[in-house]
């Protein structure tokens, strides 16, 4: 079984963590134990509905704020972790600020 890290070694541990963190989510939405940090979630199964409820479910679970509106092209567990920005004590999110 692949431990759904990319082959080229990119990346920090921080992040790599991460990306372990949104892959153990999209696996259970999924039903998709063996998929990868950068299998395209639409080809193993993943909808609209399912990429929705893999956003909330890290947004909840993992104090992230991934807006579906930063998600365009391939989405992939390690896209995903691109985009997310921690929610901040005061529960507005980077992203928020940005803007």
């Known amino acids: ?10 990346g920090t541990g921080c992040e790599d963590a991460r990306v ?18 950068d299998d395209e979630l639409m080809n193993h199964g993943g909808t609209s509905l399912s990429i929705v409820r893999i956003l909330a479910m890290a947004n909840r ?13 391939t989405i992939t567990a390690r896209s995903l972790a691109r985009v997310a ?9 980077s992203a928020a600020r940005k803007r």
């Open 61 to 73: 679970n993992l104090g992230l704020d991934i807006n579906p509106r930063d998600l365009d092209g």
């Open 85 to 93: 920005a921690i929610v901040t004590p005061t529960g507005t999110s």
């Open 20 to 37: 372990e963190q949104l892959l153990g989510i999209v696996r259970e939405v999924l039903t998709q134990p063996d998929i990868a940090a």
């Open 1 to 10: 079984m692949s431990n759904g890290l990319s082959q080229n070694g990119t």
